[in-house]
């Protein structure tokens, strides 16, 4: 029996994986969050997300020639091996199974908790033990916390106990995130444009009026769509599946790519058609659903916000739970006899998933209680955007090889399109450094630590 993956998608469906890939949660919370920052300067967004996109299309295409390339392996740590070394893998490993996946998750099981917030006081105003949305409360409620610790659990559970089940939840969350997205981009254009009540020029010519932007506005927001734009990199491991993949892996990926920036920029315009740039600063999106389509209706769009961010979740908990046993399937990594071992009933790796758990409880209580409380004062850091942005930097080695070592490849993939991905991810870099200032520092800081530890498991194996 041949152990080798059949190509079986053609490019429609290679164009809805990537989509469903990419496309979760972030747009929901990073929009508001993009808003703030620019001062309520609608415009100013739309530039954010389109350079963004643009970053995240030639990265995609880059990526997708080394996919190409690379036919036979899959994943973000099998290509920095194939490009840089085995070391160097091991240690993009590491900071994926103990920075990247966990802080990400962490942080989306939040997000998840927030909006099921919104929801039950959009519901019932006077829902007992519920803090007031509108106060911005539910973010660092009790309740919230509660909520967020009960789903990491709940979607460890599945994983470890179901991985069918968390597989038909991850499949079935896909198409229901598209709801929401597709309805306000198309009806809240429509309605900001024809009803009287309708704010889409007045948003887009009157800045907030009690919001004052960060200092780097552009480049801060820029950062911040780095959030709603990750995911890209997994999608670049469908080509063992894809037929004709050297063809229609970087049309799947360059059309899905501007699908996913079309519909983030059209959702970030249809909010605005909805709510005063005020409003959506104060209240988010939600607010908007209401106004669109009344209380009994908006409040479904809410369910379906809560939907995606849960699927997202569980994508990022299933993903996460293998991050020590990637490792010790290898050989590498602490304890790889005891990482490496799987569930005679379920093939998870179980002991790998317990301590994923772990780091993730650990990112989640510097979350809560580091920035949300602000008990980490001006030592704070930004644990959803700066691990992504760390991801472009470490890229950086990885593109410099392919253009040092690919001499087969032609100009464009060789030159032109790694060049292009190394500015951008560069940018990134840049936009980071002057968005969050003395952060990234702390960051470096918190990275430094827990790559040297990783550093002395890979020395222990030498």
């Not at 900001?192 to 309708?198: E, Y």
């Not at 704070?380 to 691990?387: N, R, T």
């Not at 470490?394 to 392919?402: A, D, S, V």
């Amino acid at each position: 029996m041949s152990n080798e993956l059949k190509r079986k998608y053609g490019l429609f469906t290679a164009i809805c994986m990537v989509v469903g890939v990419v496309i979760g949660s972030g747009v929901f919370f990073k929009a508001q969050d993009i808003l703030k920052k620019t001062g309520g300067d609608m415009p100013l967004g739309i530039v954010a997300w389109i350079i963004g996109g643009a970053i995240m299309l030639v990265s995609l295409l880059t990526f997708s020639f080394m996919g190409q390339k690379y036919e036979k392996v899959n994943g973000l740590v099998d290509y920095a091996d194939a490009t840089v070394g085995s070391r160097y893998g091991y240690f993009m490993g590491w900071f994926v199974s103990t920075v990247y996946l966990p802080s990400m998750t962490a942080v989306l099981a939040w997000v998840s908790a927030m909006y099921t917030m919104v929801f039950l006081t959009s519901a019932n105003p006077n829902f007992p033990m519920m803090i007031s949305v509108a106060d911005g409360g539910c973010a660092i409620g009790p309740e919230c916390i509660a909520l967020t610790l009960f789903y990491l659990c709940g979607i460890y559970a599945v994983n470890a106990l179901s991985p069918k089940l968390a597989g038909r939840f991850q499949t079935g969350t896909t198409l229901i995130k598209m709801i929401p997205l597709v309805l306000i981009a198309v009806v809240g254009v429509i309605y900001g444009l024809v009803s009287s009540q309708g704010t889409l020029v007045e948003n887009f010519t009157t800045k907030a009026t009690h919001v004052t932007p960060v200092s780097n506005p552009l480049l801060s927001a820029v950062c911040a769509t780095a959030f709603a734009y990750e995911g890209w990199i997994i999608a670049t491991s469908i080509n063992a599946e894809i037929k004709e993949s050297k063809k229609n892996l970087p049309r799947a990926l360059l059309i899905g790519g501007i699908v996913i920036a079309a519909t983030y920029i059209l959702y970030y315009v249809g909010v605005a058609g909805g709510a005063t740039n005020d409003q959506l600063i104060d209240l988010g999106a939600p607010v908007a659903f209401t106004n669109i389509f009344g209380g009994f209706f908006g409040n479904v769009l809410n369910l379906f916000v809560v939907i995606s961010c849960l699927g997202t979740t569980n994508g990022l908990m299933l993903a996460s739970s293998r991050g020590m046993y990637s490792l010790a399937a290898r050989g590498k990594g602490p304890a790889p006899k005891t990482f490496s071992q799987l569930d005679a009933q379920t093939n998870m790796p179980n002991n790998s998933a317990i301590v994923s758990l772990l780091i993730i409880a650990g990112w989640f209580l510097y979350f809560i209680c580091g920035v949300q409380l602000g008990w980490a004062g001006k030592y704070a850091f930004d644990a959803s955007e700066l691990p992504i942005i760390t991801i472009y930097f470490m890229y950086l080695p990885m593109l410099i090889q392919w253009i040092r070592k690919e001499k087969d490849q032609t100009l464009v993939r060789r030159f032109i399109m790694p060049s292009l991905s190394i500015c951008g991810a560069l940018f990134m870099i840049y936009a980071c450094i002057f968005s969050h200032g003395w952060g990234c520092l702390w960051y470096l800081i918190v990275f430094a630590v827990i790559m040297g530890i990783g550093a002395l498991y890979q020395k222990n194996k030498q």
